[in-house]
């Protein structure tokens, strides 16, 4: 039982470059998300999924894409990466949205530098 | 919309004295549940404890306590007998029912040192 794995743990992007970030979870998780962390900050929401095929915004979506195909993986991609995207990305995920046994569990995170 | 203050950017305390972090929060949902997440320096977020708007007795987890206000709207951490691997970044987060409440709105995060 893994949890939750991001993968990569690191990567260095130039301006303009295009990558996808992978999210994976074992726990039969109904909702997944992606967060970014950046210095001095806690952690905002980027986009969410509330189950297979679904997608929705968080509170900082541009410049993010994400998809749903399977209910285990939740994809982040990043179009044409920007300085601005230089951040720690983690993914979470639940089995529902909120209260105590519906807690959202993070993956290790993924540290992107955008040059 | 959610908000959660934390005002504290670092503290300190000795090894094997208790430890309030303070954590405030702002909403109009009548239900909501607050938690609270440890990043240590490796960077992972790791769950401690949970506090529901309708729990009528604070939570407990082990050396973890969350001090519940709710007419002050705050939801304080204490950590009892800290110990050196309690140092680490501690984020308060809040979720709620209603538009949007399959995301936590996090704190800004408070700095823990623990001194030996």
């Known amino acids: 039982n893994a949890g939750v794995t991001q993968t990569p743990k690191f990567r260095v992007l130039k301006t303009g470059q295009s990558m996808t970030l992978l999210c994976a979870q074992d726990?039969?998780?109904?909702?997944m998300y992606w967060y970014r962390q950046d210095p001095g900050m806690g952690l905002r929401l980027i986009h969410y999924?509330?189950?297979?095929?679904?997608?929705a915004k968080g509170e900082v979506p541009d410049g993010y894409n994400v998809s749903r195909l399977k209910k285990q993986n939740f994809l982040l991609g990043l179009e044409s990466a920007a300085p601005s995207q230089t951040s720690v990305y983690f993914c979470a995920s639940s089995r529902i949205g909120t209260g105590r046994t519906d807690t959202q569990y993070f993956g290790p995170g993924t540290r992107l530098t955008v040059l | 919309a959610q908000k959660i203050t934390q005002t504290q950017p670092g503290m300190f305390v000795q090894e094997k004295e208790a430890v309030t972090l303070d954590c405030t929060y702002d909403?109009?949902?009548?239900?909501?549940?607050l938690f609270w997440y440890k990043q240590p320096s490796s960077g992972e977020m790791i769950f401690l404890i949970y506090q529901g708007s309708y729990d009528q007795q604070n939570a407990t987890e082990g050396r973890y306590s969350l001090n519940f206000q709710k007419a002050r709207k705050s939801a304080n951490l204490v950590i009892s007998a800290s110990q050196l691997g309690d140092s680490a970044m501690y984020f308060c987060?809040?979720?709620?029912?209603?538009?949007?409440?399959?995301?936590?709105?996090f704190g800004k995060g408070t700095k823990l040192s623990v001194i030996p």
């Open positions: 999924s509330v189950g297979e095929g679904t997608t």
């Open positions: 987060a809040m979720s709620a029912a209603g538009a949007g409440s399959y995301q936590l709105t």
């Open positions: 909403t109009s949902d009548p239900s909501y549940g």
């Open positions: 726990m039969n998780h109904e909702y």
